[in-house]
């Protein structure tokens, strides 16, 4: 059977060069050469996600997210990895077993929200930017609907903090990029109709919601939501592992 070349592969993602004294490698259509040292690593996130640079505000916006998912105590994921450090398990196993951990209770309640309000929302955008009033009333149906249902608005509400201390953080780092566009206002509707069927008991959102609206408004699709959360937890996986050895 014939085979393939692999130093010819290509995809739309990347392309490796190797011919005579040219060695380099191509991602998305930018030299890696050119790359490194010049963006950071949120930059070249963005630019294997989305196929494009990142604006300053875009960047800064995204490195406000990585940074604000990177700890959160000892979590069960966390004690994972550190568990798997007792045991004299190797780090990437320590990590990749604190990855999947993560699911639809805990750690993937933001690509559940993104999917819900890209889904919601669709309606709203085709006709333009929406007005706050359309937001405020399609918050209140989202709501409405959770709560015939007997269920939680993905993205909301933290056991361990009255109020997220790091959700309104990077919204007002959204919001000073001019980042803030439709999905963080409907969100923030969300929170404010949340409250209100409660009784004005405040319901706040939590990181993983965060990370789903700015997600959104940053240009991503829904379906990497929970990269933005799992990418800098590698890092938190593995400060527990080296701790506990």
């Given amino acids: 059977m014939p085979t393939r070349d692999m130093s010819r592969w290509e995809t739309s993602i990347d392309k490796v060069v190797s011919e005579g004294e040219t060695e380099e490698i191509i991602v998305r259509g930018h030299r890696m050469s050119e790359l490194i040292g010049k963006l950071t690593f949120a930059d070249a996130m963005f630019l294997m996600l989305q196929g494009r640079l990142p604006t300053k505000a875009q960047s800064r916006v995204l490195d406000a997210l990585l940074v604000a998912s990177i700890e959160h105590g000892i979590a069960p994921p966390s004690m994972i990895a550190r568990c798997y450090a007792s045991y004299g398990t190797s780090l990437q196993a320590a990590v990749g077993a ?27 955008l085709a006709k333009g930017e929406p007005q706050d009033a359309a937001l405020d009333e399609l918050a209140g149906a989202i709501v409405a609907d959770a709560v ?19 959700a309104p953080l990077v919204l007002d780092i959204a919001r000073q990029e001019g980042v803030f566009g439709p999905y963080c206002r409907l969100g923030m509707a969300i929170e404010a109709a949340l409250a209100k069927a409660r009784g004005g008991r405040t319901v706040p959102m939590n990181v993983d919601g965060v990370s789903a609206v700015v997600a959104l408004d940053l240009g991503f699709d829904w379906r990497a939501t929970r990269l933005f959360l799992l990418t800098p937890r590698t890092v938190s996986f593995a400060a527990h592992y080296l701790e506990e050895q």
């Fill in 98 to 124: 604190g990855i999947t951990a993560f699911g639809d209770r805990m750690g993937g309640l933001g690509e559940q929200l993104a999917q819900l309000l890209v889904q919601r929302l669709a309606p709203l």
């Fill in 148 to 166: 015939a249902r007997k269920q939680r608005v993905p993205g909301y509400g933290i056991p361990l903090h009255d109020l997220d201390p790091r």
